[in-house]
């Protein structure tokens, strides 16, 4: 089966790479030309996807990465895997999805099914995908929805053993999905309606979101008392059922935490009402990092002039180097306003805006840990008696307590 998935990001590669490996015929296409010759190089930035891997699919013609929007004409299956971001605003930016479905609808030369994983709030599929494509296309098209579920960099859960919400604006556009995604996932869970797939992915972030701003603020409240918020939650957690771990952090980034209840909230406005909670656990998330900052101030004597300070791990998360959303930026920001000297060191991300990664330095005043990638060696700060304070939203034990 010809399938073409625009957008080659995290989503749209890891499925290109699933999808061509069961034997599909995939166009993985991408108006970043950059990424485009990186990837028809072997170059893969996805954690999971190997150069080999992505190379032998190139040699056997089961992947073409490519700019070109003709090689996606003849395609029985069209999926959209671009980017749904919130703009300045906190408000979804919906520019590249448009983009995408003005792109399939002058494209398109005969039926296909049109599948979107691309996030957003209930009832984008019906009324604004189908209609964009229809008022460019001639064509009679089938659409579903399939919002994406990747983690990157999680070694346990991927495309294959994840479970897939699927719904199609008719039957046959759902059985069509189904049988799709079937040839290459595990377990495949049926919607009734594309709405209530496209709910279900709101639901599924905004559940992380509220329950990661609840840690955050216990956490403070904790250290007014000097305890440890790590403790509690793993005593907590000796609680066999009814209880899920969920670490303080300096707050929250990445594609989806941080912004799909912004599409939560921004559908309930658009019914004429509020999630309260929503914008509260929103608000207390986006301010964390300057909360946290002032605690570190607090800590040193509420002086931070001059203070040599280094952050290690800048990616929103272990084991990658996306930048999207990530609180680290927000927190280097702030300490930086408050008058720290702050300089950082990620092997993963190396440079970003005019900044490059920095060695970890055994001569400054504080090292802050965030994002702990594994080939980060901590024992430079330890032999050095730094002082650190560790920052990170995990259990393990770098060699410092738990800051937060």
């Known amino acids: 089966m010809k399938v073409s998935i625009i957008g080659q990001g995290y989503v749209g590669q890891s499925l290109s790479m699933a999808a061509a490996s069961v034997g599909h015929n995939v166009i993985g296409f991408d108006l970043d030309t950059n990424l485009i010759n990186r990837l028809g190089s072997g170059l893969s930035h996805v954690p999971g996807v190997e150069s080999k891997l992505l190379l032998n699919l190139i040699k056997t ?49 005969e039926p296909a099914l049109v599948i979107s994983e691309s996030t957003s709030y209930p009832g984008t599929l019906r009324n604004l995908i189908k209609p ?16 994406e579920r990747v983690d990157p960099g999680n070694s346990q859960w991927n495309i294959l053993n994840t479970p897939r919400v699927v719904a199609g604006l008719t039957h046959e556009a759902t059985e069509m999905a189904i049988k799709f995604y079937k040839s290459f996932c595990n377990e495949i869970y049926p919607a009734s309606n594309p709405e209530v797939a496209e709910a279900a992915k709101l639901l599924e972030n905004t559940f992380r979101q509220v329950n990661i701003a609840l840690v955050n603020e216990f956490s403070s409240i904790m250290n007014r008392k000097g305890i440890s918020s790590f403790e509690v939650v793993n005593a907590a957690a000796t609680k066999p059922f009814g209880f899920m771990k969920f670490f303080p952090s300096i707050g929250v980034g990445g594609h989806c935490i941080p912004v799909d209840p912004e599409y939560f909230s921004y559908f309930a406005e658009s019914l004429g009402t509020k999630s309260r909670l929503t914008n509260l656990v929103n608000e207390l998330n986006i301010n964390r990092p300057s909360e946290v900052a002032f605690r570190i101030m607090d ?3 509420n002086n931070f002039k001059g203070s040599q300070i280094q952050v290690a791990g800048i990616a929103y998360k272990e084991g990658v180097s996306d930048m999207r959303e990530s609180p680290s930026l927000e927190l280097i920001h702030k300490l930086r306003k408050l008058g720290a000297i702050v300089k950082w060191h990620d092997p993963i991300v190396q440079e970003w805006g005019k900044e490059i990664s920095s060695s970890l330095d055994p001569k400054i005043d504080l090292g802050l840990i965030v994002t702990p990638h594994s080939k980060i060696n901590f024992s430079i700060w330890k032999e050095a008696n730094v002082k650190v304070l560790d920052l990170s939203a995990n259990s393990l034990n770098y060699g410092w307590p738990k800051f937060l």
């Open 61 to 109: 013609a089961r992947y073409q990465p490519t700019s070109n929007a003709e090689l996606i004409k003849g395609s029985q299956i069209i999926i959209i895997a671009v980017p749904t971001p919130v703009d300045n605003e906190r408000r979804p930016d919906l520019a590249a999805l448009h983009s995408a479905c003005e792109l399939i609808g002058k494209t398109v030369s």
């Open 132 to 147: 964009i494509i229809e008022n460019l296309s001639k064509m009679t098209l089938l659409y579903a929805v399939a919002p």
């Open 299 to 301: 800590l040193l004597g």
